[in-house]
């Protein structure tokens, strides 16, 4: 590739070999160490060096990403979508990154399809892009297109969350729905640290996680939940597993109780459906769908001070009757840190 790191001066050209490698170096570090603005500054000198290297647009694009720059990333990425610089599906993901974090959800179901028509998409992809497909059309049928370009500038001089001092859950409930509505990268540190915490609450803990889930945060991370340890990547995930699980004890309750005692089944419904929200991405263990169906039953029948017995329970569920207690002293556990403010 052509060499164009030489400034002239005084019509005498001077040398600076490799000057915009060792730009491009200099700009990544910086990247890599959050210093969005030093990135930004080492890159575009490095793309007024050497303008056809793919390595500097990309980590340029990035900067402007990371930096909440997002009007100008959005640009940057389609004028290499245009030009053809760098890796086609590397920067039409980067791309539809950029778009999910300004909520413009009808031009990411329309590049999508494009891609899909024309069969630009790898086989190995096709899963990770149809699904962004269905979440961004179910997004642009509920949400009006708001341009949030003006919204998202660079925060040089961001405060930190301190998640670990909020525990009203009405103020999580607020700060969530604040993140969900900006570029989230600038916090994942410390939504990090939070989610690894065993002082991190487990409900606002499920928020944090969904709003990860929801910007396709492609990183590994460590999330603790009542004494257990599970990597997760929420790009990568899928709630059909807990899911499953929570329909399948839910219909086996509902056939039990629906007709026979409908207001305990609602009671039930709501417990499993609360414990569920607060364990994900967790399941519940070690028992079977009909020992933890028995376990609710015993549970939500105590709170409306109704009385069934183990046994009783046990023929009913067919299940081991030494369980059942075992399972209820778990949902104990469970609805403690599960109820507002424990």
């Not at 001066?9 to 730009?23: A, W």
């Not at 700060?175 to 509505?181: D, H, M, S, T």
């Not at 263990?285 to 609710?296: H, I, R, S």
Request: hydrophobic share 40%; aromatic share 10%.
């Amino acid at each position: 590739m052509k060499k164009r790191a030489r400034k002239k001066l005084n019509d005498k050209v001077l040398l600076f070999p490799d000057l915009e490698k060792r730009l491009l170096e200099k700009g990544l570090e910086s990247l890599q160490q959050k210093k969005f603005s030093e990135a930004i500054g080492f890159l575009e000198e490095a793309l007024s060096l050497e303008q056809e290297n793919s390595d500097i647009h990309i980590g340029l694009a990035l900067a402007y990403f990371e930096s909440g720059q997002l009007t100008k990333a959005k640009e940057f990425a389609n004028t290499m979508l245009q030009k053809g610089i760098g890796d086609y599906i590397q920067v039409i993901e980067l791309y539809l990154m950029i778009l999910v974090q300004l909520h413009q959800y009808n031009e990411i179901v329309s590049t999508i399809e494009v891609l899909i028509e024309e069969k630009e998409i790898p086989l190995e992809k096709l899963d990770h892009f149809t699904r962004m497909l269905q979440f961004s059309k179910r997004m642009a049928e509920t949400s009006p297109e708001i341009n949030n370009e003006d919204f998202y500038e660079e925060e040089p001089d961001k405060k930190e969350l301190d998640l670990l001092s909020i525990s009203d859950q009405q103020e999580q409930i607020q700060i969530a729905a604040q993140l969900a509505e900006r570029n989230i990268r600038p916090y994942i540190d410390e939504i990090k640290a939070y989610l690894q915490s065993k002082e991190g609450q487990p409900f606002f803990k499920t928020m944090l996680i969904n709003v990860l889930i929801e910007q396709e945060c492609d990183q590994k991370l460590i999330v603790e939940k009542l004494g257990e340890e599970l990597v997760i990547n929420p790009s990568k995930m899928q709630a059909d597993r807990q899911f499953n699980q929570m329909e399948a004890i839910l219909k086996i309750v509902e056939e039990q109780l629906v007709h026979e005692d409908p207001i305990l089944f609602e009671h039930i419904k709501s417990l499993i459906e609360r414990h569920f929200f607060m364990l994900f991405p967790f399941e519940l263990k070690p028992y079977n769908e009909e020992t933890w169906c028995a376990a609710y039953h015993s549970l939500a029948s105590e709170y409306q001070g109704l009385h069934y017995s183990s046994k009783e329970l046990a023929l009913r569920y067919n299940v081991v009757e030494e369980e059942i207690g075992e399972a209820v002293a778990v949902l104990k556990e469970i609805e403690e840190f599960s109820s507002p403010n424990y």
